[in-house]
Structures are given as C-alpha cells and as structure tokens.
C-alpha cells in the first residue's frame, strides 16, 4: 500500500497561482501513474491530471494551459501547478495513485485508481 499525503491548498484571489503537493511512502515501486482529482461540494470527484511513469501527462479540459502535473521521483513527490485559478477550480484536491495500466482513456477515471491521500481544500475567491 501506498501513502499519500498532500499539501499547499489555500485560499487566493482570481487570477492567483497555488502549487499543490503529494509525497508518496511505503510500496512506491508499484506506481503505474499518479493523478489530482477535486470534487466541489454537491459534484462528483473528477480527474483534473494525471502523469504516467513515462512521464506522459493528460488534463482535462477545463484546465488545459493553466494547469501543470510534475513528479520528481527522486522526493517520491507529485506536484500540480495551477496559474490563473477561476472560483469554478474552488474544491477539496485529491491525489492519487495506481497500480496498473487500464488504457490511456483511463487516466481520468476514478476507478482506475486504488490508493488516495486525504485532500487539500483550494478556495478561489472572485
């Protein structure tokens, strides 16, 4: 198993910048790809990025060019820039992490993942 934890959510003005990041420990070796999913209150979770072991990256739409995945697997670490934040990206961000490939039409499933960190609230105010 796989521990997750994240950190550096807050609260900033529209327009702002907010770094978000989750450090892996325990079986780190078993990682097929790692993910930052949100759920704002009253919505599902969704996949917002996600960033293979080969260093392939996908977002979804809402977030394409504001938004950057990073890993440095040498601080077992997964990092989520996100620039010129909306009140809509307002909600609790969820890292996570899985173990197998199901397809690259997957890498934004909720189901494709088995092992998730706790959240980080972020709160973008207009």
């Known amino acids: 198993q796989v521990q997750l934890v994240e950190s550096g959510g807050g609260s900033v003005q529209s327009g702002g910048s907010l770094r978000l990041a989750c450090r892996a420990s325990?079986?780190?070796?078993?990682?097929?790809?790692m993910a930052w999913f949100r759920q704002a209150p009253g919505k599902e979770r969704e996949g917002v990025a996600a960033?293979?072991?080969?260093?392939?990256?996908t977002y979804t739409d809402s977030v394409k060019g504001r938004f950057t995945i990073s890993r440095d697997n040498t601080k077992n670490t997964l990092y989520l820039q996100m620039n010129n934040l909306k009140p809509e990206d307002t909600a609790m961000y969820y890292c996570?992490?899985?173990?197998?490939?199901?397809?690259?039409?997957?890498?934004?499933?909720?189901?494709?993942?088995?092992?998730w960190g706790q959240g980080t609230q972020v709160t973008v105010s207009s």
């Open positions: 996570a992490k899985a173990s197998f490939n199901f397809g690259s039409d997957s890498l934004l499933r909720r189901t494709s993942y088995d092992d």
């Open positions: 960033i293979v072991t080969d260093g392939t990256t």
């Open positions: 325990g079986y780190t070796s078993r990682i097929y790809s």
